[in-house]
């Protein structure tokens, strides 16, 4: 079974420029996450998808950030315009169901915004 | 104040030792606890849950302490492959929370 996959694995932008990160969850998974981790901090939730409905978008950090999933197959998470601050690692994690089954990570986006 | 705090670390150990790891956590209300290990550069991967019964597989056994709000892993005859940052992650509604890691490094 093909893990959680994501793409790019880096992107390096300049301040005020658009990024799109893209995340294919495990086939068949309903529930996507996406969490990031900032230089120096703890990975931190921002979303949470039940196929292509938000059901949870309490950590997305300002109006900048915009993550779809059209479908309720694969998720994007757009930056526009991205800032210093916005630099890190963004992982996706997809699970089965939302009553706690282990939520399985990507390999995560290495974001770095000059 | 953080909802998972960890001990950074790092822990430098030789071979063989038995060490042992913490985290507290605030949030009452949490119903699910995790400890997940990250290797440099890696996504996080679950370990093992963690019961109020305490659970163990293999040399690695967890414990939770509801009252107190305390998460422990203990790890026992040490691996070099040990070497990893550990991830305290508890869980609330649907959302996982991560404490900031506990850095291992085991020598030979």
């Known amino acids: 079974e093909a893990g959680v996959t994501q793409f790019p694995s880096h992107s390096v932008i300049e301040k005020g420029q658009t990024v799109t990160l893209r995340c294919d969850p495990i086939?068949?998974?309903?529930?996507l996450y996406w969490y990031r981790r900032v230089m120096g901090k703890e990975i931190k939730f921002l979303l949470h998808f039940v196929k292509e409905s938000k059901q949870d978008e309490s950590g997305m950090p300002n109006n900048r950030f915009l993550a779809e999933r059209t479908g309720g197959t694969y998720s994007t998470l757009k930056v526009q315009p991205a800032e210093l601050e916005d630099s890190g690692v963004y992982f996706c994690?997809?699970?089965?169901?939302?009553?706690?089954?282990?939520?399985?990570f990507g390999p995560g986006t290495r974001l770095t915004v000059l | 104040r953080k909802e998972v705090e960890q001990d950074p670390g790092p822990f430098n150990v030789p071979e063989g030792a038995t060490v042992a790891f913490n985290c507290t956590y605030s949030?009452?209300?949490?119903?699910?606890f995790f400890w997940y290990r990250q290797d440099c550069r890696k996504e996080p991967k679950l370990l093992m849950s963690?019961?109020?019964s305490g659970n163990e597989d293999g040399r690695f056994t967890a414990q939770l302490n509801r009252a107190s709000q305390y998460i422990s892993l203990l790890i026992r005859d040490s691996k070099l492959s040990d070497s990893a940052t550990y991830l305290c992650v508890v869980l609330a509604g649907n959302m996982l929370t991560f404490g900031g890691g506990t850095r291992l490094m085991v020598k030979p």
């Open positions: 949030n009452s209300a949490s119903q699910s």
């Open positions: 994690a997809s699970s089965r169901t939302s009553s706690y089954n282990e939520q399985f």
């Open positions: 963690v019961y109020s």
């Open positions: 086939s068949g998974h309903d529930n």
